[in-house]
Nanobody
Framework: QVQLVESGGGLVQAGASLRLSCAASGRTSRTYGMGWFRQAPGKEREFVATISGIGGTTSYSDSVRGRITISRDYLKNTVWLQMNSLKPEDTAVYYC???????????????WGQGTQVTVSS
């Protein structure tokens, strides 16, 4: 079992920055992929960013590429999501996921955190 705890969400104005973190515990491994998804009210959970285990390969959705950076500390079993130039359309609950490999798809993840709310006002 792997437990994931997200933090760092909040209410900010458009153009501001936030840094989300996700701490993993339990049967963790540096070979596993981690990723961030988000879900806005009334919408499906969508892919934001993912990072591989060994090597740290990353992938981003088109809507956030250039504004958001995913990074990972293998020793601390923590993944971060640095979000810059936030827009109102970034408002959502952000979820951290853990899976066998990096993936842009929800089924690729075996464990999820409880989510952290990000609200961007215009």
């Amino acid at each position: 079992q792997v437990q994931l705890v997200e933090s760092g969400g909040g209410l900010v104005q458009a153009g501001a920055s936030l840094r989300l973190s996700c701490a993993a515990s339990g049967r963790t491994s540096r070979t596993y992929g981690m990723g961030w998804f988000r879900q806005a009210p009334g919408k499906e959970r969508e892919f934001v960013a993912t990072i591989s285990g060994i090597g740290g390969t990353t992938s981003y959705s088109d809507s956030v590429r250039g504004r958001i950076t995913i990074s990972r500390d293998y020793l601390k079993n923590t993944v971060w999501l640095q979000m810059n130039s936030l827009k109102p359309e970034d408002t959502a609950v952000y979820y951290c996921g853990w899976g066998a490999a990096m993936s842009t798809r929800r089924p690729g993840y075996d464990y999820w955190g409880q989510g952290t709310q990000v609200t961007v006002s215009s």
